[in-house]
């Protein structure tokens, strides 16, 4: 990885691919669920996601503060794993140019037309070359403004998405792919020998995406907005009264990276989410960055608690253009918990008190 990659420019990076599409944010994904009731109790009666369309084998999801069609898909199949990601571009001009850019990088693409997602207008979809299948969309319905409609929040109060989690086996690969649309980097945790995890953004937060090392490809987790901590509390004590606290998997917490304030959850399915508050602006031009060493038992959670061993093991499959579960590729760098100073014997005094570093800019 470049020593100062703060938003580098696609063209300097890759002088022959044609332009990049402009990506404006990471707005939706699709979960394929084994069994839509149950799926349906988890995010819409617990959680409070708010449904703007229904059929008999899917489900359109949105936050409350989501002023476009869907945040996520919940589809049923007979096998759990996480279709579509999809980006927000900012014209139809961009489709054109995905189309252009995934093709020069020798990636499978179709064009749907609107209406191909419900509630969106064209897409283009590929496989990107890291193995996920991205939709990349102009235009969308935009359903009835919920903001202030404060009688209707329920549950974890959830806003928006607000970024993706992916497995990789080569996280330097992963970055590289990203860096190349544009996207910026906010955070790493690294060494002097190797990057372990990375955040990039589109939109002036912390991340749209994030690397985690591991087999892959395969979906981390989906992380979701919400404006208050109280939400993240709220929605763990209501999985406690309702005996439902199998489903709580790590937190919560303060992150290190990100300063934000979190809950993992898990579905019905395994699929991960995350219920994420409070990071931070990133969009000035000189946005610099923040490394995490890997030995910092804060940097993933700013209290120091012990990661569990599932949150770095457990993530869901992906699927390809033909809707097939795509085989992984095992990690091709050091893992980080053989590394890094999470231990899973909790607390670990003996670690050492290094604070996160700026990057030298
Ligand atoms: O959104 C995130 C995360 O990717 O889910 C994980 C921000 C920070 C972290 S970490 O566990 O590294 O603190
Ligand atoms: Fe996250």
Redesign the pocket.
Known sequence: MPADPARPQPAQLNPVLPPVPDIVRSAYATLVVTDLAEARRFWVDLLGFVVTAEEPAALYLRGYDELTHHNLILRAGPVAAAGALGFRVRSPLDLDRAVDYYKALGCRTQRLPAGAVRGLGEIVRAEDPLGFLVDLFASAEHPERLQQRYDLRRGAEVARL??F?ICVPDVPRAYDYYAGLGFGLS?T?EDERCVY?A?MYRKQT??DV?F?GGAGPRL??L?FFAHEAHSVLRMCDILGSLSLEAHIE?GPGR????N?F?V?LRDPDGHRM?I?TS?YYTGDPDHPVLR?SVLDPR????WGNA?IPS?YSDASAVLDLDGAVRPVTDLAQAAEVTVGADGFTAKNPAAPQQGPQQAPR
């Open positions: 607000d970024h989690n955070e945790i995890a955040w912390v991340h994030a985690t981390h987790h992380g790590r992150h290190g990276v990100s934000a979190y993992y995350e994420y990071d995490w940097r993933r959670d700013f990661v949150w």
